[in-house]
């Protein structure tokens, strides 16, 4: 398997690891995120395969982090929609390492990429990983809060959030 066979099968694996967290959080607004973040990993494979073959149509701009922005600005107490478990809380950090994994294989396939095309795409891919990963990231944070916050709010300096 070469690397961008490689690459593909990690959108794939993406894909699917995003719809199965989608079905276990039906109930909640996290499964309009995941449902975006599978989305978008599928356009992803879609736009690796056409590297494989010929030249990639445009590479559009993802809307992905403005959606789930704003998803995340109508939650007013995110604890009340998500049971803060830790089995949660390691599944958002499992696509936390997923998504780091892309990011890394991507910086190495923007420097070893012979063509022009295939970095142009390769850097295009980076920037939708590092989108992703700021996405899965803030679930993290908003959900260890939650556990490691030990001492009344009103005492000490927190940051606003």
């Known amino acids: 398997m070469n690397a961008l066979e490689f ?3 990690t959108e794939l694996d993406g894909v699917k690891y995003y719809s199965e967290q989608a079905e276990l959080h039906r ?3 996290l499964f309009r995120v995941f449902e975006l973040l599978a989305a978008d990993e599928k356009r992803h494979a879609v736009i690796l395969r056409r590297v ?3 030249s990639p149509e445009e590479l559009p701009d993802s809307e992905t982090l403005v959606k789930v922005k704003n998803i995340f600005m109508g939650i007013n107490d995110f604890k009340d929609e998500i049971r803060p478990t830790p089995s949660q809380l390691e599944a958002y950090r499992k696509a936390c390492e997923l998504e780091q994994k892309s990011i ?7 420097d070893k990429s012979s063509s022009e095309k295939e970095r142009m795409v390769y850097q295009y891919l980076l920037r939708e990983e590092q989108n992703h990963f700021a ?3 803030e679930l993290v944070l ?3 809060r ?3 916050w030990v001492e009344a709010a009103e ?3 927190r940051e606003e959030y």
């Open 52 to 54: 494989v073959g010929e």
């Open 155 to 157: 005492f000490g300096d």
């Open 104 to 110: 890394k294989q991507y910086t190495v396939l923007t």
């Open 142 to 144: 908003r959900l260890s």
């Open 146 to 148: 939650t556990e490691e």
């Open 7 to 9: 690459a593909i099968q």
């Open 135 to 137: 996405i899965v990231d």
């Open 27 to 29: 109930d909640t607004a």
